[in-house]
């Protein structure tokens, strides 16, 4: 390959995909409905805000954690697709996008969207491979003060109710995400940044479970109490920057356009 071709293909490997540039079409279109009220059902155009604006962060959830990768030595992550953005590209269709909107419609809960195969062997050190765990979550934790404080600064105090509204059960969602990831059981991002620190010893006994670590913690969040520490917690952050989680409440209703 010459130095040429491999640098144009170096180049397509990097390229935004058109498929968020549509998933970006789409919040922006039906963002500037929900503000205007435009089209006859004003809560369809909430339910395609929230959507494509989770669709689109966890795009950009997955994106950190590749970009993260190919800083610290894995580059196979381009030519996989992990650096285009496009939400299809991360691991799964089902697993990526599918199931974490159907979680969002169900629950109203953020659920870790798909996952990007890093080469963990390309990379040295410890705190290269907790970093790139770390990418995702704090991408979402991002989007959720970005969404917040303009909310609680009261600079929306004038905007629509309904953007406002749809804006916070976004911020919820971003939220239940954070949170999630962080949990340090197998199958979320939290542990795969004590992974590292961890014994070979530790990490032998743990493995023969990885598998049920996600469904382990979804049963008890809707099993048990812990399901009431989870949601306290988020409504918690969202009071942190001044703003009623009754707003998300409000939100989730408008977003369920189906129902009365």
Same mark, same amino acid.
């Given at each position: 390959?010459?130095?040429?071709?491999?640098?144009?293909?170096?180049?397509?490997?990097?390229?935004?995909?058109?498929?968020?540039?549509?998933?970006?079409?789409?919040?922006?279109?039906?963002?500037?409905?929900?503000?205007?009220?435009?089209?006859?059902?004003?809560?369809?155009?909430?339910?395609?805000?929230?959507?494509?604006?989770?669709?689109?962060?966890?795009?950009?959830?997955?994106?950190? /954690?590749?970009?993260?990768?190919? /800083?610290?030595?894995?580059?196979?992550?381009?030519?996989?697709?992990?650096?285009?953005?496009?939400?299809?590209?991360?691991?799964?269709?089902?697993?990526?996008?599918?199931?974490?909107?159907?979680?969002?419609?169900?629950?109203?809960?953020?659920?870790?969207?798909?996952?990007?195969?890093?080469?963990?062997?390309?990379?040295?050190?410890?705190?290269? /491979?907790?970093?790139?765990?770390?990418?995702?979550?704090?991408?979402?934790?991002?989007?959720?003060?970005?969404?917040?404080?303009?909310?609680?600064?009261?600079?929306?105090?004038?905007?629509?109710?309904?953007?406002?509204?749809?804006?916070?059960?976004?911020?919820?969602?971003?939220?239940?995400?954070?949170?999630?990831?962080?949990?340090?059981?197998?199958?979320?991002?939290?542990?795969?940044?004590?992974?590292?620190?961890?014994?070979?010893?530790?990490?032998?006994?743990?493995?023969?479970?990885?598998?049920?670590?996600?469904?382990?913690?979804?049963?008890?969040?809707?099993?048990?109490?812990?399901?009431?520490?989870?949601?306290?917690?988020?409504?918690?952050?969202?009071?942190?920057?001044?703003?009623?989680?009754?707003?998300?409440?409000?939100?989730? /209703?408008?977003?369920?356009?189906?129902?009365?």
């Amino acid at each position: 390959m010459t130095f040429a071709r491999a640098q144009r293909q170096r180049s397509e490997d990097r390229r935004i995909s058109p498929v968020f540039w549509v998933l970006l079409a789409v919040l922006g279109t039906s963002s500037w409905a929900v503000w205007t009220g435009f089209g006859e059902n004003a809560r369809f155009g909430v339910f395609l805000f929230v959507v494509s604006g989770w669709v689109v962060s966890l795009s950009l959830h997955e994106y950190a /954690h590749a970009r993260t990768a190919l /800083h610290g030595g894995d580059l196979t992550v381009g030519a996989r697709g992990y650096l285009t953005l496009n939400p299809f590209k991360y691991t799964n269709a089902l697993l990526s996008v599918i199931l974490p909107v159907v979680f969002v419609i169900l629950g109203g809960i953020g659920l870790p969207g798909g996952a990007v195969f890093i080469e963990r062997h390309r990379i040295s050190g410890r705190w290269k /491979h907790s970093l790139i765990s770390a990418a995702g979550p704090l991408v979402n934790l991002t989007l959720a003060v970005a969404l917040l404080a303009p909310i609680g600064a009261g600079l929306l105090d004038n905007a629509p109710s309904a953007f406002v509204v749809a804006m916070a059960f976004l911020a919820l969602l971003q939220i239940t995400a954070t949170v999630l990831n962080l949990i340090p059981v197998p199958g979320f991002d939290g542990y795969g940044i004590i992974e590292p620190w961890l014994s070979l010893k530790a990490r032998r006994a743990v493995e023969p479970f990885a598998p049920f670590g996600m469904l382990a913690v979804f049963a008890l969040l809707w099993q048990t109490s812990v399901g009431d520490w989870f949601w306290r917690l988020a409504y918690n952050v969202m009071e942190l920057f001044h703003v009623s989680p009754e707003l998300a409440a409000i939100g989730y /209703h408008a977003f369920r356009f189906w129902e009365n």
